[in-house]
């Protein structure tokens, strides 16, 4: 309870490359409280598609089909170039935390919590602790 797991939090993926798509993926997430509801994309291949039954939409989308599904928390697997831009917009559009997968540290206005997540800092943790 103290950490949430309890708690059921929607979110929905920006940028369903390969890593938004495993995430689209991932069933485990929702045992510690992290349902994602929708993957938002640019890639006509993939949009209007779905992904472990989770549908895909367009990124223009969002502002539109978030005042329905109120997600609160956005999953950001954007390239790095427009990680800022998606970040503001999906906060514009009602985000309240965003779980940043993106190298670039994002800026987000007070009252927004971001959690950032750096895949290549723990392989270097790793590397290091294996060279030990």
Known sequence: AFLGFRDIHKAVVFGVGSLGAALLSDS???????????????????????????????SDKFMEYNKEMRAEIGVLTVPSGVAQE?????????????????????RVPSGIVLQNTSLYAHLAVMFHRMNS
């Open 86 to 106: 998606v970040s503001d917009y999906m906060i514009k559009c009602g985000v309240k935390a965003i779980w940043n997968f993106t190298p670039f540290r994002i």
């Open 28 to 58: 485990g997430l929702e045992q510690y409280g992290l349902r994602i509801i929708a993957g938002f994309d640019v890639n006509q291949m993939i949009v209007d598609t779905k992904i472990h039954q989770i549908p895909v939409y367009h």
